[in-house]
């Protein structure tokens, strides 16, 4: 295996953001490129991340399945500048890292054995998909973290609404003029904590896709250049008295 990817600062940032969702993870690369499909411990978020085949300028392998501990590879990673150029080459059990700008820089990273049972990214249908700017996602969420720990997403008549209430509240009121809306009426309610995490990756993408239907789990979809990144959430269902 060897894949040379060229400006690999936004791989960097996107193995920063699952890291803060889970600790190790298959990095599987085949024809189709590299991806990584992951549950966090809690078993409430799932991430699934592709990096195409056509993002990278060498891609030399057959199908491959390398565990890694993120942490390690975030350091690493991290140590790439704005015109560095990343190698990647499986060598026995280890993962050879080559960093290349004006010097040439290696890094070994040992190949671990992840004994959690890898699960498929569910099919799942939506009665409702709202495509918004990324900048007023990141503005609504983080405006219902000043209220609450958890947030609704509700489409009604047309209109999508993020809302958070407990003593005081918070409400953000999207139009088709401000959101592209399509689907039926829908409502549910999601984890802030998780949202908040996600952020990282609205961050890096003009777009924000997000798919839900009454007390469903949340997809959101991130499309930054060359590569895609999917967050499933589980609703969070309050008990009634």
Excluded: W
Excluded at 10 to 21: A, G, P, Q, R, V
Aim: net charge negative.
């Amino acid at each position: 295996m060897l894949l040379k990817l060229e400006n690999p600062l936004l791989l960097s940032k996107i193995i920063d953001i699952i890291s803060e969702l889970v600790l190790e993870v298959r990095i599987r690369v085949n024809e189709f490129g590299l991806s990584i499909t992951a549950i966090d411990p809690a078993s409430v978020a799932m991430i699934d991340f592709k990096l195409p085949k056509t993002a990278f300028s060498q891609f030399e392998t057959d199908e491959e399945v390398l565990g890694v501990n993120l942490d390690n590879l975030k350091k690493i990673l991290k140590r790439c500048g704005s015109g560095s150029i990343l190698i990647l080459e499986k060598k026995e059990n280890m993962l050879n890292i080559q960093i290349q700008d004006r010097i040439k820089r290696n890094f070994n990273l040992n190949l671990i054995e992840i004994d959690s049972e890898e699960k498929p990214v569910p099919n799942l249908e939506y009665t409702s998909k709202i495509e918004l700017n990324s900048v007023d996602f990141i503005a609504s969420v983080e405006d219902c973290l000043v209220i609450s720990d958890a947030c609704s997403f509700i489409l009604k008549d047309n209109k999508f609404q993020i809302e958070a209430k407990a003593i005081n509240s918070a409400l953000s009121e999207f139009s088709g003029d401000e959101a592209s809306i399509q689907g039926e009426n829908a409502k549910a309610r999601y984890s802030l904590e998780y949202l908040q995490k996600f952020l990282k990756a609205a961050k890096i993408s003009e777009k924000t896709v997000l798919k839900f239907s009454n007390d469903c789990p949340l997809r959101i979809e991130f499309k930054p250049e060359h590569m895609e990144i999917n967050f499933i959430l589980a609703p969070r269902v309050e008990n009634e008295d």
